[in-house]
């Protein structure tokens, strides 16, 4: 059998395949690990973290909807430094690559978690949130205004020498404008979409079913726009792309490595089927071999060339 090689360099971030899980859907990694081979993964995006610990919003948070899912977590987590001392040692064993994903309520706040990250051991990147829907503060404030998620990406960017990636809000008008902003910031990557804004009612009690109201739409309903995301960003910027939304079998990703994205990150597939990634990059491997290519870049945007 052909060997393939299947590592991408997104940014800085060296992952040995492009599949990796997307953050709010797989903890650390370690909740997964007795249903997985954590190790296979290109990269776990670990759940986001802010500097001080969060109980996240009130119940009920979570909805189905037809082909996905509402959340309204709000960023529950124990804080940056329980994170760093009870989860991160826990994963050293593993041979895969952390990414934080980090949130704060100020712009010096993403800068102190970024400075703080750099140079913990297993921290391999950062995923900058400026796309949370589901907070008042901050979240998608930064998200959704060029010059605040500039400011934002050029604080942590000063404050590591860390990959940073920026994960985009789809509730804006120009995604292409957001991505050309903070790619002048100094983002060494980018990771889009994050949730779509919506919500739901329980129409026997006549009131909204989150008791946020709002919440982020997430699964394979979102895929259509996440990839026409990506289509445009990898037009607009010059590097590297991590796809997300609604990635649920092996076809959706190469969808969008043939969209421009470097890499891909599996989300609410997961909460069906934790084995979802590895049959994702099963599929992709099997893609490429039976369409005679030896190196996963050959096909990294290659439906754009073909327009
Ligand atoms: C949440 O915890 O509310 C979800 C995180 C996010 O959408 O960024």
Not at 90 to 95: G, S, T
Not at 146 to 168: C, D, F, G, M
Not at 259 to 276: E, I, L, M, W, Y
């Amino acid at each position: 059998m052909t060997e393939l090689k299947m590592q991408v360099n997104l940014g800085g971030l060296l992952m040995k395949n492009p599949v990796a899980t997307a953050s709010g859907t797989y903890g650390f990694g370690l909740e997964y690990k007795d249903y997985i081979d954590i190790s296979q993964l290109g990269a776990i995006v670990g759940k986001g973290t802010t500097l001080l610990p969060k109980a996240g919003n009130a119940p009920p948070r979570m909805a189905e909807t037809p082909a996905g899912m509402l959340n309204s977590v709000g960023l529950e987590n124990p804080g940056l430094e329980a994170v760093i001392r009870d989860v991160l040692p826990k994963l050293r064993p593993y041979d895969v690559p952390l990414v934080m994903n980090i949130s704060g309520n100020t712009a010096e706040e993403y800068g102190e978690m970024a400075a703080r990250l750099t140079g913990v051991a297993g921290v391999a990147a950062l995923e900058v949130n400026i796309s949370c829907p589901n907070v008042k503060m901050g979240g998608l404030a930064f998200g959704t205004d060029p010059r605040a998620a500039a400011l934002v990406t050029e604080t942590v960017r000063k404050n590591t020498s860390l990959p940073v990636i920026v994960k985009l809000s789809p509730n804006v008008g120009d995604i292409a404008g957001i991505a050309k902003s903070v790619e002048a910031a100094g983002a060494t990557a980018i990771s889009l979409i994050n949730t779509i804004l919506g919500m739901a009612i329980d129409i026997r009690a006549q009131k909204p079913l989150l008791a946020n109201i709002m919440g982020g739409l997430s699964g394979p309903a979102v895929k259509p726009v996440a990839l026409r995301m990506v289509w445009q960003v990898a037009q607009a910027v010059k590097i590297p792309l991590m796809g997300i939304g609604g990635i649920s079998i092996w076809q959706d990703a190469v969808e969008f490595l043939l969209a421009g994205a470097s890499a891909v990150q599996v989300g609410t597939a997961n909460f069906v089927d934790p084995q979802t990634p590895l049959s994702v990059l099963r599929g992709i491997e099997d893609y490429l071999r039976e369409n005679g290519y030896s190196d996963i870049k050959q096909i990294i945007g290659l439906a754009r060339s073909a327009t």
